[in-house]
């Protein structure tokens, strides 16, 4: 079993940065897909980036040359720092994990459907 824990959303102001962070605890693979997704009120749930087992990764158009995403493996965690924040970034955002998903850099990221563990998200609220 995998349990996933976010942290590090609260409110910053427009231009500003944040840090999210997701503990893995379990059943834990190297070989672990992992993403950060989101979801605005009244809007479906969307891909932010993703890392492969090799440490590949992937960016949805919105999130290139703003957001990072990094995994560690030994302590089991998986950040994403996100820079030059604006109000289209506010949603609550979520970890994802899957042992199979494949992640190619240049693509976007897997869909939600492909991840088999979620966390219960962390609330990002941006304001202008």
């Known amino acids: 079993q995998v349990h996933l824990v976010e942290s590090g959303g609260g409110s910053v102001q427009a231009g500003g940065s944040l840090t999210l962070s997701c503990t893995v605890s379990?059943?834990?693979?190297?070989?672990?897909?992992m993403a950060w997704f989101r979801q605005a009120p009244g809007k479906e749930r969307e891909g932010v980036a993703a890392?492969?087992?090799?440490?590949?990764?992937t960016y949805a158009e919105f999130a290139k040359e703003r957001f990072t995403i990094s995994k560690d493996n030994d302590k089991k965690m998986l950040d994403l720092q996100m820079h030059s924040l604006n109000a289209e970034d506010t949603g609550t955002y979520y970890c994802?994990?899957?042992?199979?998903?494949?992640?190619?850099?240049?693509?976007?990221?897997?869909?939600?459907?492909?991840?088999?563990?979620w966390g219960q998200g962390t609330q990002v609220t941006v304001s202008s």
């Open positions: 379990g059943v834990f693979d190297s070989i672990y897909c």
């Open positions: 890392i492969g087992s090799f440490g590949r990764t």
């Open positions: 994802a994990a899957d042992p199979y998903c494949t992640v190619v850099p240049g693509q976007p990221p897997p869909p939600r459907n492909e991840y088999q563990h």
